[in-house]
């Protein structure tokens, strides 16, 4: 069980990533989850969120410019990044809650944090 972050890598100021966020052996509880980043010599901060209802929440840094989603056909969230700045670069985590089923009828609730990707934006 596990979730599996990609997407980052080097992008000039106000270029656009996109981060995925693949859940494997589980699948998000309610389609909610969370983007957190870390720079460096900074403590990890969270970025955006998303409930089971839908409604997304940002740190104010980036709103207007990220979004974040899910799919739960393919059981993966997104952070869509847009206007991208040099204080964006970090590396860039997922977390979220994933059920796993135990047995035929019955299920645990397990929290799980994605490796991270680096995003890098140069000036």
């Known amino acids: 069980v596990q979730l599996q972050a990609s997407g980052g890598g080097l992008v000039q100021a106000g270029g656009s990533l996109r981060l995925s966020c693949a859940a494997s052996?589980?699948?998000?509880?309610?389609?909610?989850m969370q983007w957190y980043r870390q720079a460096p010599g900074k403590q990890r901060e969270l970025v955006a969120g998303?409930?089971?209802?839908?409604?997304?929440n940002y740190v104010d840094s980036v709103k207007g410019r990220f979004t974040i989603s899910t799919d739960s056909a393919k059981n993966t969230g997104y952070l869509q990044m847009s206007s991208l700045k040099p204080e964006d670069t970090a590396v860039y985590y997922c977390n979220a809650d994933l059920r796993v089923r135990t047995s035929s009828n019955s299920w645990t609730l397990t929290n799980y944090w994605g490796q991270g990707t680096l995003v890098t934006v140069s000036s």
């Open positions: 052996g589980g699948v998000f509880n309610g389609n909610a």
């Open positions: 998303i409930t089971s209802t839908g409604s997304t």
